[in-house]
C-alpha cells in the first residue's frame, strides 16, 4: 500500500485567507481522497477525485489532481476558525489484478485558523 | 444516531494485560476496518473484514486478534499488551470491498493507553 505524504507539516493562517495543502503519492492510483480530523475526533471524508479528474469544487473546498506529477492540493478558500483541524490525502491504489485495495494516511497537515 | 460507534473511548491499562475494543456500525455497510494512529498522527489500516470475512491483515503482532461476529460489528482483542500499543485505534467502514474507491466512514477513537 502507499501513503499520501502531506505538506506542509503544519500551517497557521488568519481567518478569511485561504489555506492549500499539497499531497504526493509515489504509485498509479485510481482516485484519491481527503479528509479532515478534528482535535480528538474521527476522520471525516471531504472529497474524492478520480485518476481521470482534474479539478473538483465541493462548496469552499477546491481539489486537484496531477497524475503526471503524482499530486494533489486541496485549497480552502475564505477560511473560518472552524476549520482549523488536520487533513489528510488517502491515495486509493490501483489495484490492477489485486483483489482487495486499501486507504492509507500520511501524518496530515495541522491548519490553524486564527480568528 | 451515531453511524460508527466505538467503546470504549478511553483505556488505561497495565502491561500484559488484555482488552478489547468494540465497534458497531448502522449503516449497512459491507466492510470494516480497524486503523491505528501513532503519538505522531500517522494513521496506518490494521485489518479489514468483508461480509465477516477477513480480507486485509497488515503486519500486526499476532497478540492483536479481530473478531467480525456480523458485518455490523468489528471487535478488536489485543492480549499482552505492551507500551508500544499506546495509540488511538479508529474503527471505519465502507460500502463495497474496496475500500480505496469508496468513502470510510470514521469513529469517535478509542485511546488506549498503557502503563
Given at each position: 500500500s502507499q501513503q499520501g505524504e502531506e505538506d506542509p507539516q503544519a500551517l497557521s493562517i488568519q481567518e478569511g485567507e485561504n489555506a492549500t495543502m499539497n499531497c504526493s503519492y509515489k504509485t498509479s492510483i485510481n482516485n484519491l481522497q481527503w479528509y479532515r480530523q478534528n482535535s480528538g475526533r474521527g476522520l471525516v471524508h471531504l472529497i474524492l477525485i478520480r485518476s481521470n479528474e482534474r479539478e473538483k469544487h465541493s462548496g469552499r473546498l477546491r481539489v486537484t489532481l496531477d497524475t503526471s506529477k503524482k499530486s494533489s492540493s486541496l485549497l480552502i478558500t475564505?477560511?473560518?476558525?472552524?476549520?482549523?483541524a488536520s487533513y489528510f490525502c488517502a491515495p486509493g491504489p490501483y489495484a490492477g489484478g489485486t483483489s482487495y485495495g486499501k486507504l492509507t494516511f500520511g501524518q496530515g497537515t495541522i491548519l490553524t485558523v486564527h480568528p | 444516531d451515531t453511524a460508527v460507534s466505538q467503546t470504549p473511548k478511553y483505556l488505561v491499562t497495565q502491561m500484559g494485560n488484555d482488552k478489547s475494543i468494540k465497534c458497531e456500525q448502522n449503516?449497512?455497510?459491507d466492510t470494516m476496518y480497524w486503523y491505528k494512529q501513532d503519538s505522531k498522527k500517522f494513521l496506518k489500516i490494521m485489518f479489514s473484514y468483508n461480509n465477516k470475512e477477513l480480507i486485509i491483515n497488515e503486519t500486526v503482532p499476532n497478540r492483536f486478534s479481530p473478531k467480525s461476529p456480523d458485518k455490523a460489528h468489528l471487535n478488536l482483542h489485543i492480549n499482552s499488551l505492551e507500551l508500544g500499543d499506546s495509540a488511538v485505534y479508529f474503527c471505519a467502514s465502507s460500502q463495497g470491498e474496496r475500500g480505496y474507491e469508496a468513502e470510510l466512514f470514521f469513529g469517535e477513537g478509542s485511546r488506549l493507553t498503557v502503563l
Amino acid at each position: 500500500s502507499q501513503q499520501g505524504e502531506e505538506d506542509p507539516q503544519a500551517l497557521s493562517i488568519q481567518e478569511g485567507e485561504n489555506a492549500t495543502m499539497n499531497c504526493s503519492y509515489k504509485t498509479s492510483i485510481n482516485n484519491l481522497q481527503w479528509y479532515r480530523q478534528n482535535s480528538g475526533r474521527g476522520l471525516v471524508h471531504l472529497i474524492l477525485i478520480r485518476s481521470n479528474e482534474r479539478e473538483k469544487h465541493s462548496g469552499r473546498l477546491r481539489v486537484t489532481l496531477d497524475t503526471s506529477k503524482k499530486s494533489s492540493s486541496l485549497l480552502i478558500t475564505a477560511s473560518r476558525a472552524a476549520d482549523t483541524a488536520s487533513y489528510f490525502c488517502a491515495p486509493g491504489p490501483y489495484a490492477g489484478g489485486t483483489s482487495y485495495g486499501k486507504l492509507t494516511f500520511g501524518q496530515g497537515t495541522i491548519l490553524t485558523v486564527h480568528p | 444516531d451515531t453511524a460508527v460507534s466505538q467503546t470504549p473511548k478511553y483505556l488505561v491499562t497495565q502491561m500484559g494485560n488484555d482488552k478489547s475494543i468494540k465497534c458497531e456500525q448502522n449503516l449497512g455497510h459491507d466492510t470494516m476496518y480497524w486503523y491505528k494512529q501513532d503519538s505522531k498522527k500517522f494513521l496506518k489500516i490494521m485489518f479489514s473484514y468483508n461480509n465477516k470475512e477477513l480480507i486485509i491483515n497488515e503486519t500486526v503482532p499476532n497478540r492483536f486478534s479481530p473478531k467480525s461476529p456480523d458485518k455490523a460489528h468489528l471487535n478488536l482483542h489485543i492480549n499482552s499488551l505492551e507500551l508500544g500499543d499506546s495509540a488511538v485505534y479508529f474503527c471505519a467502514s465502507s460500502q463495497g470491498e474496496r475500500g480505496y474507491e469508496a468513502e470510510l466512514f470514521f469513529g469517535e477513537g478509542s485511546r488506549l493507553t498503557v502503563l
